[in-house]
């Protein structure tokens, strides 16, 4: 029987993110593997499913830092020594999010993520 090891999750973040491994995002990470455990529609798992889940559990954490580096102002100076405020990039959060829609993908058969937005359209008349 394997399990998710959060060793392999907490390295796996590290590894996407570009930062080292450390404790500074414990909590993220366990909320991700937590959310992980909690979908997984079987109770025992194989060795290829466990790794499934620490990928998808780390690409969720990856989502998270994202999200938070995105939501931060910076100060940025211009070439001219003009000094504005920015954001971090939204195309970090758009690639962390398709990264964890892939991961999810491997999870299709013994778990349940995702979910449904429903939107509404406003016809023109």
């Known amino acids: 029987m394997a399990e998710i090891s959060r060793d392999n999750v907490e390295d796996?973040?590290?590894r996407?993110?570009?930062?080292e491994a450390g404790n500074a995002y414990s909590e993220l990470?366990?909320?991700?593997?937590?959310?992980?455990?909690?979908?997984l529609t079987v109770t025992v798992l194989t060795e290829e499913q466990a790794a499934s889940c620490e990928?998808?559990?780390?690409c969720e954490a990856a989502y998270g830092y994202a999200l938070e580096a995105a939501s931060c102002e910076r100060l940025v100076m211009s070439e001219d020594g003009a000094v504005?405020?920015?954001?971090?990039?939204?195309?970090t959060v758009e690639g962390a999010e398709a990264l964890r829609?892939?991961?999810?993908?491997a999870l299709a058969g013994?778990?349940?993520?995702?979910?449904?937005?429903?939107?509404?359209?406003?016809?023109?008349v």
Do not use: N, P, Q, W
């Open 55 to 58: 990928y998808a559990a780390a």
């Open 84 to 91: 504005r405020r920015g954001s971090g990039s939204l195309l």
């Open 16 to 19: 996407i993110c570009g930062i």
């Open 29 to 39: 990470i366990d909320r991700c593997i937590s959310k992980i455990g909690s979908a």
């Open 110 to 124: 013994f778990a349940r993520l995702g979910g449904f937005v429903f939107e509404t359209v406003k016809e023109d």
């Open 12 to 14: 796996i973040f590290a």
């Open 101 to 105: 829609k892939h991961a999810y993908a």
